[in-house]
């Protein structure tokens, strides 16, 4: 084991990551630990935008912007941090402009913006243009981006460095009125070497949680192999709270099977969906706006079409996009990057022949809760001195119930600096708290355990079982039938992954060993976000529960705080407790989510 | 030291090919040249020594050699211009391909015309 | 396990992929473009060479002490030998040094390679210049009439 | 949003077989892994594995269904699972692909497909190479925009002409299939590479960056630009359809104008 001293640990190289990196690098001595070289972080695969009220093409402002994001999340979004985010968006991309970001340019060469979904011109009254884009890749330009300007400050980057765990001390602490609670501090973190097998300590004044989304818990999904959780569900083993795990966004066209995702911008371009009788059916849920309705309404439409048997395929399991009445010019010059992969992937040409789809999950609206400062919290109030979370990981929460397409980006990009200002901020003024006694033990016990194991049960089985029981019961229909049969199946599993081995127990590169590590952040996780979802009895934004279809301000207008207690039992599952946090609202009042 | 990959020949397109190719044939044109000026040489030294030799290229063996040479050259030459319009002709990345189907159409055409005359000549005799 | 391996990446890079020092000057850049330039002058050098000795009149069997020494009676074919010995040999030189920089990875060996590369040349170049300027029809054994 | 398009019929006649039933089509392949386990064995040698996969299955889904259904010590690096992250550049059947990008029924399936890690780099485990040296080019040629003068304070300016210039090469994913695919990288791993060259021409193009002398300089070195003896396998290798070629020409013209 080896133990190295940092002001600064950022865990993660995604945008978040770097983008805090980059602040948090010319304040003060930081690592950034990432077990992918951090051009492989999953922000390069977004495709669409960033936006932000530049106002370049047509009249925008970020007020407009803030009530966009509070209406798109159904209004369980904290309006502080959403007027934050609108506000900053501005900077947040002309930064990135003068980093390098090759923007495409309006005919006058100014950073050109186009419309998305939600995005809306006076509170609703038109679509407006404010994603900022570079192609179908601006996710790839954002990242290359940031690596490119980590590279300029010399940013260290331990590549290929796990973390697994946080190491916190608890304090005796006064509250204001005088009663003792608990104070967590932090630290540092423990971290595997991927080419070596060895454990690395870092001892940190600072630790920045920025290790993206938790999507493998879904089978469809377009998120990453190594999309795994690993951050939320190092917090949540560590005692902390995580916020709104009930929401999760999926999108409704990913390639059928796959997951792969085909960009919102298909429909706006006029692609329509069909079912195995050729038929639109969206013209039967959303008679007006049709296949151009919010994401949650037409996968919900998509996955009712396939539950009734109208799905296509040789599993009837998908059903078609369709754009063969629009001209192969106009596809390949609007959405070359959706033809290819249909081509690639299913080889499916999509001028003559409609494309398989069906919803994938996409976005954790939920994550570590956090502040507007990205300071971490243990409890509704309470901030963890030195924690601090920004990205996919994190909820602060801007997103509520139901991100908006380019809100992401946005989110990394403005809560990821936020984050490496404030962790060099704060290392400069505190001291290094000292590491607990066999810091490494925990990993180690864990790792052992693993490579001793002696039991039966195959990780990959495991993963495959969690991931359908997730497909089939917890995506865009949830009833308390279909929650219940998940958690059994998922308990279920939790005991067998007690039983599994592995077969590589080399020290070099053993990736056998850490996807099994994966899998129990991945079962931890998945029952988390069943949990909550059973516990929210209301349907709103990405959360659509057929047993309550409607939004239910007066009991359900707070965010989720599940909590890792071995004393309590929530929806008859033991050793999770949930409690809520209010909403903070600044000027919006909650109405009705209507497009 | 750590190792590389070995493992199986990398099975390039013709690019690469084509290379290998530049490549054996310059070497091959080198030796050549070096041998061929020496042997040249000889006409400072003693006439009849220099047709000695120069006889030795008359016979049929060495007529054949001639011709692999006379290919090798050609080869070269050709791909060489392809190269040259890689390199400064703003398609020449885009058709190197068609561009080597030219060098090779060329190639044959002149060599096989360059061939017949040859080696009639060698093997014709007086 | 008996096999020790080095422990691998972690900023430690293989001395092999370890760049030396920075070239200074634009040799290589000269060296390339001279590559390109000498080529094409040397198919003209090299096609009116062959076509001349092989492909017109008798082709290879009229080649002799005697046609050589019509040849360089005539300065132009002096001078156009020199030429493609000259071109010829620095392309060629420089063609095989690239090679020897690609394959011979040891320091060592590449410094030797190189060596015989280079006094090869020379002593081509000069015997070749030698011979064409000072080249004499009557030399012994000649039965040119002129002598 | 931009073209008016005449509304699309409500109901069409779909193509047999794409409604619904039938089955998905299997077919067996053998993959033949390279495999190289220096914990266990000094060699790297050769292994087979017999797989049935489905319809659309990519290369990469047959490694996974080796290493979660046979053998879990077979090592490989992947992530998006969509060629945008650059993790699984490998050699499959003797050139340099995507695995993720890669289907086998595209490939031919009744002669085992092999498998092995990219050529050049040092081999680590089965099909992981250490990429450090690559990232090491990377850098060295500073890949970050850099512009004397004043900050503006709003976005800088850049015609459309004018970022269409170096759009080709902002393309890159930094996978290493190009320069592990350069008979020129093989042989002493020294040359810079057409990644790292790639990644130049991004910024020496940019209209916005004032560093282009700098790169070419560094490009001028005895590793630089002049080794590449236009083989193009960088170009037929690159997932991403970057005219590698052409971008290192283009930087080989632009040392030469800047020169003579
Ligand atoms: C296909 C797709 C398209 C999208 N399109 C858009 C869009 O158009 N607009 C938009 O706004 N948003 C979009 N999104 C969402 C957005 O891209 C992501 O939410 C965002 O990029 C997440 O960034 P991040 O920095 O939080 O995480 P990531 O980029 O996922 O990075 C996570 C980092 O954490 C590291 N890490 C993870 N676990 C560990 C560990 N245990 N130890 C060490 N390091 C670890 C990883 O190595 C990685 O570097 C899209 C998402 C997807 C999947
Ligand atoms: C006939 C006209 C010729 C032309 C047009 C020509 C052209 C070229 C060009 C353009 C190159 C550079 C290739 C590169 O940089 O990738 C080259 C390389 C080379 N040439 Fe020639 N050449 C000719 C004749 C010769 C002759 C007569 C010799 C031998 C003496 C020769 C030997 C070589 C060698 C050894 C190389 C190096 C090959 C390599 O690096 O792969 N060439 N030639
Ligand atoms: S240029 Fe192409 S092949 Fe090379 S690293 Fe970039 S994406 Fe990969
Ligand atoms: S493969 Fe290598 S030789 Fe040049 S054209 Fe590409 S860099
Ligand atoms: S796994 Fe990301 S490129 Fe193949």
Avoid at chain 2, 49 to 61: E, F, G, H, L, R
């Amino acid at each position: 084991m080896q133990v190295h001293q940092y002001d600064v640990v950022i865990v993660g190289a995604g945008g978040a990551g770097m983008r805090a990196a980059i602040e948090s690098g010319q304040r003060a001595r930081t690592a950034v630990l990432t077990k992918l070289y951090p051009t492989r972080s999953h922000t390069g695969a977004a495709q669409g935008g960033m936006c932000a009220a530049l106002a370049n093409v047509e009249e925008d402002n970020w007020e407009w912007h803030t009530f966009d994001t509070i209406k798109g999340g159904d209004y369980i979004v904290d309006q502080d941090a959403a007027e934050v985010m609108a506000k900053e968006a501005i900077n947040a991309v002309l930064d990135l402009e003068k980093m390098g970001l090759p923007f495409n340019r309006t005919p006058e060469g100014k950073i050109d913006q186009r419309r998305f979904g939600g995005h809306t011109r006076d509170h609703g009254k038109a679509a407006v243009r404010r994603a900022c884009y570079a192609a179908d890749r601006t996710g790839h330009m954002i990242l290359q981006t940031l690596y490119q300007n980590c590279v300029k400050h010399n940013v260290e980057f331990y590549n290929e460095y796990y973390v697994l765990d946080l190491l916190m001390v608890e304090e005796e602490a006064f509250r204001e009125d005088g009663t003792a609670y608990m104070q967590k501090r932090v630290a540092g973190v423990v971290s595997y070497d991927l080419a070596t097998g060895e454990l690395h300590v870092f001892q940190a004044k600072s630790v920045i949680f920025a290790s993206g989304g938790a999507g493998k818990v879904f089978k469809t999904t377009s998120n990453a192999h190594t999309l795994t959780g690993d951050g939320m569900g190092i917090a949540f083993r560590s005692g902390l709270p995580l916020e709104d795990m009930e929401f999760f966004q999926f999108h409704p066209t990913g390639l059928a099977g796959l997951g792969i995702l085909l960009t919102e911008g298909a429909r706006g371009e006029g692609a329509i969906l069909r079912n195995s009788d050729g038929e639109r059916f969206m013209e039967r849920y959303a008679p007006t706006i049709k296949d151009l309705a919010p994401r949650d309404i037409v996968a919900r439409a998509m996955a009712n079409e396939v539950r009734e048997g109208r799905g296509c395929g040789p599993n009837k399991d998908y059903v078609l996009l369709d754009l063969t009445h629009l001209e192969p010019e106009h596809i390949e010059s609007k959405l070359p990057d959706i033809t290819e992969f249909a081509r690639t992937y299913l080889g499916v040409e999509p001028f003559t022949d409609p494309v398989p789809v069906y919803p994938t999950a996409h976005y954790a609206m939920g994550g570590v809760p956090t502040n507007i400062e990205t300071e971490v919290l243990q409890d509704n109030n309470t901030t963890i001195p030195g924690l601090f979370a920004a990205g996919e990981v994190a909820c602060v929460s801007v997103h509520g119930a139901n991100r908006l397409g380019t809100n992401s980006l946005l989110d990394i990009n403005v809560f990821g600096r936020r984050a490496g200002i404030a962790a060099a901020e704060y290392a400069k003024t505190a001291d290094f708290v000292e590491l607990p006694e066999n810091p490494e033990a925990l990993v180690t016990a864990q790792l052992d355990g693993l490579l001793n194991s002696t039991g039966t049960e195959n990780v990959a089985e495991l993963r495959k079982a969690l991931q359908e029981i997730m497909d089939a019961n917890v995506q865009v229909f949830r009833d308390e039938t279909s929650l219940k049969g998940a958690l059994e199946v998922i308990e279920s599993l939790r005991e067998r992954y007690k039983n599994v081995s592995i077969q590589d127990k080399g020290k070099r590169f053993n990736l056998d060993l850490l996807e099994a590590v994966e899998l129990g952040f991945l079962l931890d996780l998945a029952e988390v976000m069943t949990t909550a979802a059973l516990h929210r009895k209301e349907s709103r934004g990405g959360h659509y529960r057929e047993d309550f279809p409607n939004r239910d301000d007066e009991n359900f207008m707070v965010h989720s705080m599940s909590y890792r207690d071995h004393n309590a039992t929530t929806e008859g599952i033991a050793g999770i407790r949930m409690e809520t946090k209010p909403v903070v609202f600044t000027r919006y009042q909650p109405m009705e989510r209507k497009y | 030291m750590s190792k590389t990959s070995s493992g199986t020949l990398y099975r390039g397109h013709e690019g690469m090919w084509s290379w290998v190719g530049h490549r054996v044939t310059g070497v091959v044109i080198f030796l050549y040249l070096l041998v061929h000026v020496l042997d040249t040489a000889l006409v400072r030294v003693d006439a009849n020594a220099y047709n000695a030799v120069i006889s030795t290229y008359q016979t049929p063996w060495m007529a054949l050699g001639e011709t692999g040479l006379v290919a090798a050259i050609l080869f070269h030459a050709f791909n060489g211009l392809r190269l040259i319009l890689v390199d400064f002709w703003k398609q020449g990345t885009k058709y190197q391909r068609q561009m080597l189907w030219g060098v090779m159409i060329l190639w044959v055409v002149v060599f096989a015309g360059f061939a017949i005359r040859h080696l009639s000549l060698a093997f014709g005799g007086h | 396990m008996s096999v020790t391996i080095p422990a691998p990446r972690s900023q430690r890079i293989d001395p092999k992929y370890k760049r030396g020092p920075k070239s200074r000057g634009s040799f290589e850049m000269l060296a390339w473009l001279f590559m390109r330039l000498s080529g094409v002058a040397l198919i003209v050098l090299i096609f009116g060479h062959l076509i001349s000795n092989l492909i017109v009149g008798d082709g290879i069997n009229a080649i002799s002490f005697g046609f050589v020494a019509g040849k360089w009676a005539d300065p132009i074919w002096q001078f156009w030998d020199l030429a493609m010995l000259w071109l010829a040999m620095l392309h060629g030189t420089n063609g095989v040094r690239t090679i020897i920089n690609d394959y011979a990875e040891k320091h060592s060996t590449r410094a030797w390679l190189k060596g015989i590369l280079y006094v090869a040349t020379i002593f081509i170049v000069v015997l070749g210049t030698l011979v064409i300027f000072t080249f004499d029809p009557c030399v012994a054994g000649s039965t040119l009439p002129q002598c | 949003m931009s073209t008016e398009l005449p509304e699309p019929p409500s109901k069409i006649e779909l193509k047999a077989g794409v409604g619904g039933g039938g089955e998905i089509p299997t077919f067996n392949i053998t993959l033949r892994v390279r495999r190289y386990l220096p914990e266990t064995t000094a060699e790297a040698y050769w292994e087979d594995f017999k797989l049935t996969m489905y319809g659309t299955d990519r290369v990469l889904d047959a490694l996974h269904k080796v290493k979660w259904d046979h053998d879990g010590s077979l090592s490989f690096r992947r992530s998006c699972a969509h060629g945008i992250c650059g993790s699984d550049a490998m050699r499959i059947n003797g050139r340099n692909r995507l695995a993720c990008k890669t289907l086998l029924k595209d490939l031919d399936t009744s002669k085992p497909i092999t498998v092995e890690a990219i050529k050049g780099l040092p081999l680590e485990k089965d099909l992981i190479v250490d990429m450090e040296p690559f990232f090491q080019s990377y850098r060295e040629i500073m890949p970050f925009l850099i512009s004397k003068g004043h900050e503006p304070t709003k976005e800088r300016y850049q015609s459309v002409e004018d970022r269409e210039r170096f759009d080709d090469t902002t393309k890159c994913i930094l996978c290493a299939a190009c320069t592990s695919s350069c008979p020129v990288f093989w042989t002493d791993g020294q040359y810079f590479g057409p990644a790292a060259i790639v990644n130049a021409h991004r910024f020496i193009f940019d209209s916005r960056d004032d560093a282009g002398d700098m790169r070419l300089e560094i490009l001028n070195d005895k590793e630089g630009v002049w080794r590449c003896r236009t083989t193009f396998n960088c170009t037929e290798a690159c997932p991403r359809g970057i005219q590698v070629t052409k971008a290192i020409a283009e930087v080989k013209q632009a040392i030469l104008s800047r020169t003579v």
